[in-house]
Structure formats: structure tokens, C-alpha cells
């Protein structure tokens, strides 16, 4: 069974440019998550869906950050523009539903901003 | 403060020593907890998990919930160079819909040979 997959793995932008990371979860998983990973830090939530809709996103930088799971299967988080700051890594997860307890991540993309 | 602190690493120990990992926390509605292991350059898999209090065996890795004390714990008995890895602890909130996932900062491990 495929796992969790993410594109790109690297990307190395220079700042105020966009950037948009894709993420496919594992196929019957109904719930998605986005997660930023700092050096040195845990995962930190960004966005949970649950099917197409998005159920939690407290955590998300609405002023330039948007995230989108058309037909809730695929999704896809963009930055506009991207800061300095956005240097990090972005992991993708996914879940049989919210209840789930165990989260199957992807390897994550990681974003160098310059 | 945050909700999940976890011991700094980095922390290097010899192959065969029993490794000790802690976290604690300061939310009394979390029910779940897990213990994640990530290798450099990979997203993080699950380890171990525990509902509520008690210990988990599982192999060479227990993994014990103390509620009262807001303390978690993993332990590693017989370490492996193939051991090296952050080690991460999640807890969250029970409930229908689950709580958010929250993690530690994660302890950096190295078993030399």
C-alpha cells in the first residue's frame, strides 16, 4: 500500500515569490492533515480536513497562507508571498477519520526561503 | 508555557544501553498518547500509543502514561545503532471528532556501536 505521498521533497524560493505544496494521503483516508516543522521542533497543525471540508484552521496564517482538498482526496497549501520566516519543513498526514488515533505522515517538503 | 515539554537532546548513548525518554504536560484533558520516531530527512511514524495510564510493552520499547504526574515516559531496552532517531511525543483529547494532536519538541537520540 502506497503511503502518503508529497511534492516536491525541496524547494528553494527567494522571498515574496509563491510556492505550493501537493500532498495525496493514503487512499480511504478521510481526514488530512498539514503540519509545519521547524529545526529542532515538533509538528505544529496548520489544517485538518475532514473530507473536502476544513475542520480546524486555527493555526493557518490566513493573511498569506491557503489550502484547498478539492473532492477531499488530494490537497494542496500554497504561500503567498513567502517570508524568510516560511524556511521549514511541511508535512502532510492522514487519518481514517478524525477520530483516528494514529496519523500516517508523508516525508515532508522542505521550503528554503532566500 | 507550552502544553508538551520534552527533555532537550541531543542524547548518545552506547549500543545494549537502556534509553530513557520523558515528556510532560500541563493539559489534563489529554487521553492519548504516542510516541512518534523520525529518521533525518523522513516524516515521523508511529512508535508506540497508550490510552489513559498504564504501561505498553512492545518489543524492546515500553512506554508508560503517568496521569497524575503529567509525566510520559519511553523506555529502550538493548539499543540499536538502527535506534537513531528524533523521537517525538504527541498527546491528544478524546472525543467523537478527536483533539488536536499536540507534540513535543522532540529528543534527538544517537546509539554509537
Known amino acids: 500500500e502506497a503511503g502518503v505521498v508529497q511534492s516536491p521533497r525541496y524547494k528553494i524560493i527567494e522571498k515574496k515569490q509563491p510556492v505550493a505544496f501537493w500532498c495525496n494521503p493514503i487512499?480511504?483516508?478521510?481526514?488530512l492533515y498539514w503540519y509545519l516543522q521547524n529545526l529542532g521542533q515538533g509538528p505544529e497543525l496548520l489544517i485538518r480536513?475532514?473530507?473536502?471540508?476544513?475542520?480546524?484552521d486555527s493555526q493557518l496564517p490566513k493573511d498569506r497562507f491557503s489550502a484547498e482538498r478539492l473532492k477531499g482526496v488530494d490537497s494542496t497549501l500554497k504561500i503567498q508571498p513567502a517570508e524568510l520566516g516560511d524556511s521549514a519543513v511541511y508535512l502532510c498526514?492522514?487519518?481514517?477519520?478524525?477520530?483516528?488515533?494514529?496519523?500516517?505522515f508523508g516525508p515532508g517538503t522542505r521550503l528554503t526561503v532566500t | 508555557q507550552k502544553e508538551v515539554e520534552q527533555d532537550p537532546g541531543p542524547l548518545s548513548v552506547p549500543e545494549g544501553a537502556i534509553v530513557s525518554l520523558n515528556c510532560t504536560y500541563s493539559?489534563?484533558?489529554?487521553?492519548?498518547f504516542m510516541w512518534y520516531r523520525q529518521y533525518s530527512r523522513k516524516g515521523p511514524e508511529l512508535l508506540m500509543y497508550?490510552?489513559?495510564?498504564g504501561n505498553k510493552e512492545d518489543g524492546r520499547f515500553t512506554a508508560q502514561v503517568d496521569k497524575s504526574s503529567k509525566y510520559i515516559s519511553l523506555f529502550i531496552r538493548d539499543s540499536q545503532p538502527s535506534d537513531s532517531a528524533t523521537y517525538l511525543c504527541?498527546?491528544?483529547?478524546?472525543?467523537?471528532?478527536?483533539?488536536?494532536?499536540?507534540f513535543g519538541q522532540g529528543t534527538e537520540l544517537s546509539v554509537k556501536p
Open positions: 498526514a492522514s487519518s481514517l477519520n478524525l477520530g483516528a488515533y494514529e496519523q500516517y
Open positions: 504527541a498527546m491528544r483529547s478524546s472525543g467523537n471528532q478527536g483533539g488536536k494532536l499536540i
Open positions: 487512499s480511504g483516508h478521510n481526514t
Open positions: 480536513y475532514e473530507n473536502e471540508e476544513a475542520v480546524d
Open positions: 497508550t490510552y489513559s495510564s
Open positions: 493539559n489534563s484533558a489529554f487521553q492519548y
